[in-house]
T-cell receptor, first 112, second 113 residues
Framework: AQTVTQSQPEMSVQEAETVTLSCTYD???????LFWYKQPPSRQMILVIR??????QNATENRFSVNFQKAAKSFSLKISDSQLGDAAMYFC?????????FGAGTRLTVKP | DSGVTQTPKHLITATGQRVTLRCSPR?????VYWYQQSLDQGLQFLIQ???????AKGNILERFSAQQFPDLHSELNLSSLELGDSALYFC????????????FGSGTQLSVL
């Protein structure tokens, strides 16, 4: 079974600074999809960014970018110019066909 | 608005009871996923349906069951409820493209007293 590990239960960043959230996963497959979801206090799940495993280029979405290391099975999220509204739980997710699994999450605090 | 509708938003019940959570996917989405999120925990995958058929199963208890109907809405049935079943239950739907993301509903908060 695929597993997703987020080794940082909590992270903190100063407003306007950069923070990186870690994620590793376990798979024997070569073609899969990776996602980062954000869950603010409202508890709504919001997609931040996604990456197709067959693409070597790292995905970027405005201030959010990933460092995808396929051989290392690592998928970290970098948030640049952190804003107060970035404070949330962040979940890394792996999807293979119909099966989509989430990590335990990292709680990000943004300090003004 | 994700386009995924979950009802009810809140549900309070007693131990031993049975409840049904309902989910309407986005228009055109055939896949429906159910997840359980306990307080301050991650999302635990329960089950997934595609066009009425069960396609993937996670750590779903035997007391729980689900189905997807011909109109593609889905229901999650929880029976013999225990205090530990209190959680936020998410439904999500996905389009048919291989790289499609999951669109989440706003969840049903279940409180078992």
């Amino acid at each position: 079974a695929q597993t997703v590990t987020q080794s940082q239960p909590e992270m903190s960043v100063q407003e306007a600074e950069t923070v990186t959230l870690s994620c590793t996963y376990d798979t024997s497959e070569s073609d899969y999809y990776l996602f980062w979801y954000k869950q603010p206090p409202s508890r709504q799940m919001i997609l931040v960014i996604r990456q197709e495993a067959y693409k070597q280029q790292n995905a970027t979405e405005n201030r959010f970018s990933v460092n995808f290391q396929k051989a290392a099975k690592s998928f970290s999220l970098k948030i640049s110019d952190s804003q107060l509204g970035d404070a949330a739980m962040y979940f890394c997710a792996y999807r293979l066909s119909n099966d989509m699994r989430f990590g335990a999450g990292t709680r990000l605090t943004v300090k003004p | 608005d994700s386009g995924v509708t979950q009802t009810p938003k809140h549900l309070i019940t007693a131990t031993g009871q049975r409840v049904t959570l309902r989910c309407s996917p986005r228009s055109g989405d055939l896949s429906v996923y159910w997840y359980q999120q306990s307080l301050d925990q991650g999302l635990q995958f329960l089950i997934q349906y595609y066009n009425g058929e069960e396609r993937a199963k996670g750590n779903i208890l035997e007391r729980f069951s689900a189905q997807q109907f011909p109109d593609l809405h889905s229901e999650l049935n929880l029976s013999s409820l225990e205090l530990g079943d209190s959680a936020l239950y998410f439904c999500a739907s996905r389009g048919q493209g291989a790289n499609e993301k999951l669109f989440f509903g706003s969840g049903t908060q279940l409180s078992v007293l």
